[in-house]
């Protein structure tokens, strides 16, 4: 009986294999898993899209229903507080409030309790994805806050999301979502300083250009890695690499920068 002939994609994988690339995705961050899950959970029916612009709501003082970009702050001081709304649909210190509770009573619409609906990993997630959006942590590190403004400025965020935290879809790609900054993908795709300028100015690696099947997936991606090199500010790499080495370094051995403006309750 003649030998079946081997099916392309499995050679592209042993390619890719061969060449030192992920074999396989590493797996979504708790940040992406937090914004799907929010958006399944109908979060983004008042908060908008990606919780980003609240819908009105009329009756409150406020008008609108809070989102996650910039409102945060006055309402949860840390990422207790944020569970605490998800899982009871208020804080603690906010249900004691007369003033508060007269404030709800008054608006159209009314944070709804997940306690019984979502199990603790999933609010985990959740408060995950809302810490992401509100941009909490921030780096203390001004090389590094410099590099966070200049993803925002260069458009990098459109893709990666805020802070480069979100894996949003990307069809036709072998992970099949954008990598994060701070996601085991990364380090697959970039394993240096001197790779990740390739990346920046020329929109793909030297490495990944000699790789066929690097290429296959990355020609079939229907979002492609644009070049940047004549949009750079002189240290601007710099900045941006130090960002993501302050975004991959373990939270309790980073520099944060301390929050302004936090009413919490």
């Not at 899950?37 to 029916?45: D, I, K, Q, V």
């Not at 709800?104 to 306690?115: E, N, S, V, W």
């Not at 001004?142 to 480069?164: D, F, I, P, Q």
Request: charge should be positive; include cysteine; proline fraction near 8%.
């Amino acid at each position: 009986m003649p030998a079946l002939p081997r099916r392309p994609a499995l050679s592209l994988l042993a390619l890719l294999v061969a060449a030192g690339c992920a074999a396989r995705p590493g797996g979504l961050t708790p940040v992406e898993r937090g914004r799907r899950l929010a958006e399944r959970a109908g979060c983004f029916s008042c908060h908008g899209p990606e919780g980003r612009g609240g819908v009105a709501n009329p009756g409150r003082t406020d008008r609108t229903v809070p989102d996650f970009s910039d409102d945060v702050m006055m309402f949860a001081r840390d990422s207790e507080a944020v569970r605490e709304w998800i899982t009871d649909g208020v804080t603690a210190a906010r249900a004691r409030s007369a003033s508060w509770r007269a404030e709800r009573d008054r608006g159209t619409l009314r944070m709804p309790a997940f306690k019984r609906r979502l199990g603790a990993g999933q609010v985990a997630d959740l408060v995950a994805f809302v810490e992401a959006s509100a941009g909490r942590p921030a780096p203390g590190d001004s090389l590094a806050k410099r590099g966070l403004e200049r993803a925002g400025r260069l458009g990098c965020t459109g893709c990666h999301g805020g802070g480069g935290r979100f894996e949003r879809p990307n069809p036709g790609s072998f992970a099949g979502y954008v990598p994060a900054w701070d996601g085991p993908d990364f380090a697959e795709l970039v394993r240096d300083s001197s790779e990740f300028r390739q990346w920046v100015e020329r929109g793909l690696s030297r490495r990944f250009e000699r790789n066929p099947a690097a290429l296959f997936f990355i020609r079939r991606a229907t979002l492609k890695m644009p070049p940047f090199e004549r949009h750079l500010e002189p240290g601007d790499v710099e900045a941006l690499w130090a960002y993501i080495t302050w975004l991959r370094t373990p939270p309790g051995k980073r520099s944060v920068a301390p929050e302004e403006g936090m009413g919490g309750e």
